[in-house]
Structure formats: C-alpha cells, structure tokens
C-alpha cells in the first residue's frame, strides 16, 4: 500500500511540472511608484479668463499633471520674457541677480516648490558656491524666473501637484506675455 501511495504521488508531483498546475507562483509585483519631486516644465504664462489674474502652468515630465499657480503681473513678464526668449535692453531683477551670483562663483543648481498650503506656494532655490550646498526660501515664480534663465531644473513635489488640483484655466496663452 505504502508503495501505490509513493507512485501516486510521484505521478502527481510529475503532472503538477509538467502542466504547470498546482501552486501558482506569485504574479511579478509592479514597479513601486516613483516619490519624490518630479521635474517640471513651463507650459506657458497665460491670463485666467474668470479671475483676469495671470497664470503660470507647469507640467510634470513624470506623470503629466499639470497645475496653474496665480501669479503677479511682472512675475508673469519675468518668467515669459525668456520663454519667448526675447533679451530686454536693460536687466530685469532675474538677470541682476543671475550675474551676482555669477560674478560671486555662486551656481544655481535647481529650484523645487515644496508646497501649497493656504492657497500660497512654497519653493527653495538651490545653490553652489566654494563646493558648499545653500538653500534659499523663494517666491515660486522668483525661483521659476531665475530656473529658466539658468537653465536649471525646476521640481515640483508631488504633494503640490496633488493639494492643486486639475489644471483650472482652459485659456491659450496671452498676447500680452
């Protein structure tokens, strides 16, 4: 008896590999969700048709959320003038201060916005100088400004993309930026 109880299970456990039945291996788990910022790009600078406040609309590269952060009129001119990579005959603020730094060996690296809390944004700006790390609190349309023009990487974290919503205004961009 003990033998017939040996053969059968052989002949199952032969079945089990041969057809592939019995104990399924666990299914490949998906990649876990890229955290953290991701960068961004300016879409445009555009006027909201409801609120006629100028907007500054970023995209993710990661996911492709987009949000739209009201911002001030001559904040809107700093961020759009080098978008439409137009050379002002004198300075603007961002130019200044990009110079300062250059002339003081002080590299922007990256600007991240950090936050959306109480309908404000939050963002830090990124820089290098002597081999040493700094990091300064900025307006997010400063920091927008002066990433465009250093051609530095502009982050968003994903908890501003999140605590923003969709993207509001459905406008094109404004003739006027």
């Given at each position: 008896?003990?033998?017939?109880?040996?053969?059968?299970?052989f002949g199952l456990l032969a079945m089990v590999?041969?057809?592939?039945?019995?104990?399924?291996?666990?299914?490949?788990?998906?990649?876990?969700?890229?955290?953290?910022?991701?960068?961004?790009?300016?879409?445009?600078?555009?006027?909201?048709?409801?609120?006629?406040?100028?907007?500054?609309?970023?995209?993710?590269?990661?996911?492709?959320?987009?949000?739209?952060?009201?911002?001030?009129?001559?904040?809107?001119?700093?961020?759009?003038?080098?978008?439409?990579?137009?050379?002002?005959?004198?300075?603007?603020?961002?130019?200044?201060?990009?110079?300062?730094?250059?002339?003081?060996?002080?590299?922007?690296?990256?600007?991240?916005?950090?936050?959306?809390?109480?309908?404000?944004?939050?963002?830090?700006?990124?820089?290098?100088?002597?081999?040493?790390?700094?990091?300064?609190?900025?307006?997010?349309?400063?920091?927008?400004?002066?990433?465009?023009?250093?051609?530095?990487?502009?982050?968003?974290?994903?908890?501003?993309?999140?605590?923003?919503?969709?993207?509001?205004?459905?406008?094109?961009?404004?003739?006027?930026?």
């Amino acid at each position: 008896m003990g033998r017939r109880r040996l053969i059968a299970l052989f002949g199952l456990l032969a079945m089990v590999l041969l057809t592939g039945t019995g104990a399924k291996e666990p299914s490949p788990t998906p990649p876990p969700k890229a955290t953290g910022p991701q960068e961004a790009e300016v879409i445009g600078v555009m006027v909201d048709q409801r609120t006629h406040q100028p907007v500054v609309v970023l995209q993710g590269k990661r996911d492709k959320r987009q949000f739209a952060m009201a911002i001030g009129i001559a904040e809107a001119n700093g961020i759009a003038i080098p978008l439409q990579g137009v050379t002002p005959p004198r300075p603007l603020t961002h130019d200044l201060f990009l110079t300062l730094f250059g002339r003081l060996k002080v590299s922007l690296t990256r600007v991240v916005i950090t936050d959306f809390k109480d309908d404000i944004y939050y963002a830090v700006v990124y820089l290098t100088a002597n081999g040493a790390d700094m990091t300064l609190d900025s307006r997010p349309s400063d920091a927008i400004a002066l990433a465009i023009r250093a051609k530095v990487p502009i982050l968003v974290e994903d908890r501003v993309f999140d605590k923003s919503g969709t993207l509001g205004p459905k406008t094109g961009p404004s003739p006027h930026f």
